[in-house]
């Protein structure tokens, strides 16, 4: 619990509440100084000393290693501003390579400063410019499109596709990523949860559901992978038809999981879950149907129908964190 203090009144009838003397102290507040008062959407008042200040830039310098890629990453996502790699003498044509790739990979991050020893990168985003649920939104459109030509691979041995496919998951990891330092962000900063209109208590639930939709690029990943390794092998028309039947049902049911979450709506998170039964009785009828294929497909085909079998599970769970808006 933190400091309690009693709300007293002036006889003009405005109310007060003292400031702890060693936090005024800590702030640097002395008699006349002025704060900034806002009130939050759930009704609390963010007490702000620095509100005309920019914030000074955060800054980790790294050194260069085997770990020096998720070193990087790590930084990013903790929020830092200016991410230096530094070493004792001159920096080798390995470790500029890392740091090249790790910097394509995170959105805003760019190297702004390069020499024999060092190299400086640099977070160029504004964070109130991307407010989560856009981002969110971004990432998932980008999985399912994956979902969509993936399937299609399956059904028509399309290898070109199930390639482009694989590249594409890259860009859902870019935007999982971002979101996650805004995330990080927005809990460090309540005037920013403000902005951009996500309670700090949101951020965890909004967290999730960015693995989860990460995760739904990953099993697209692994089924075109799946199809790469059946070399085009096309489906017979039994095979095609269970599995177009149980794929409508894993797509629908991660569309349903997170317009759910982003709308509150338990009603639409308990038909995903309502689902099951269905996705069950397809899973049973593609293992009796698959008996009759050969030898060296029927492994890759169960396979197949397990990854899909999981993107229904990543739905399940992503409408498990569905609840109702507060009003």
């Not at 080798?92 to 890392?98: A, K």
Request: aromatic share 6%; charged share 25%.
């Amino acid at each position: 619990m933190g400091t309690l203090r009693k709300v007293q009144q002036t006889p003009s009838g405005t109310f007060f509440v003292c400031l702890p003397k060693p936090w005024a102290e800590n702030h640097n507040l002395h008699r006349g100084a002025v704060v900034s008062i806002t009130e939050a959407s759930d009704g609390r008042l963010l007490i702000d000393t620095e509100y005309n200040a920019q914030p000074s830039p955060r800054t980790v310098t790294l050194k260069p290693g085997p770990y020096l890629n998720r070193e990087i990453v790590g930084s990013y996502l903790l929020g830092f501003d200016v991410i230096t790699v530094e070493a004792r003498d001159r920096i080798s044509f390995e470790v500029r390579d890392t740091v090249k790739k790790a910097a394509s990979r995170l959105i805003g991050l760019e190297i702004v400063e390069e020499d024999y020893s060092r190299i400086v990168m640099q977070c160029l985003l504004e964070p109130s410019s991307f407010p989560p649920e856009k981002i969110l939104r971004r990432g998932y459109a980008i999985a399912a499109g994956m979902h969509r030509d993936v399937f299609k691979t399956l059904i028509d041995g399309d290898l070109q596709l199930a390639k482009n496919i694989i590249v594409r998951d890259d860009e859902v990891n870019r935007l999982h990523f971002l979101l996650v330092r805004i995330l990080r962000t927005i809990i460090q900063n309540p005037s920013l949860s403000e902005k951009l209109g996500v309670r700090s208590i949101e951020c965890l639930d909004y967290r999730l559901v960015a693995s989860l939709v990460e995760a739904i690029g990953d099993e697209c990943v692994r089924l075109a992978m799946k199809t790469i390794e059946l070399k085009g092998t096309k489906l017979d028309d039994s095979l095609k038809k269970l599995f177009t039947e149980i794929n409508t049902i894993c797509f629908e049911a991660h569309e349903s999981a997170l317009k759910a979450f982003l709308a509150g709506d338990v009603g639409l998170a308990e038909s995903v879950r309502s689902m099951r039964e269905k996705v069950e009785r397809g899973f049973s009828n593609i293992e009796k149907t698959v008996k009759g294929q050969s030898p060296d497909t029927v492994p890759h085909i169960l396979a197949a129908a397990s990854i899909l079998g999981q993107l229904y599970e990543h739905s399940i769970d992503m409408a498990d964190l569905a609840m109702p808006k507060k009003q």
